[in-house]
């Protein structure tokens, strides 16, 4: 089976609830090339973007990040390696304002014939 390229996106309806924006499947690995936010309103925004482990702990990428109106950013700098089970979570700090784009590589196993 090859690498598959995959995008997930949100439109952040609700303030300050956890929205489940991708979870790594079952005997994969992926690769986070990007995660872009756009505030589409006049008034920015802010954002809270967290990785959650198979154990509940919880790592933030962006927390109460600043983002201005109409003006695209992007919270990686570098890749980021996510693997099995792990959830990317996103928080707005205000309800119909921002959008979020996530763009991966999702690695699958190898299979070994004999």
Known sequence: MANSFISKKADITQ?????VLYTVPTATTAVIRSILVN?????????????TNTSDAVF???HLK??????????LTNPLVVET???????????NRLHV??????VL?????T
């Open 15 to 19: 303030v300050e609830t956890e929205i």
């Open 39 to 51: 505030d589409d309103s006049g008034s920015g925004s802010t954002v809270t973007i967290s990785v």
């Open 60 to 62: 933030k990428i962006a």
């Open 66 to 75: 600043d983002i201005s109106p109409k003006t695209p950013t992007e919270i």
């Open 85 to 95: 089970g792990e959830i990317i979570k996103v928080t707005a700090g205000n309800a």
């Open 101 to 106: 784009l996530l763009s991966a590589m999702e």
């Open 109 to 113: 196993p190898r299979t070994v014939t």
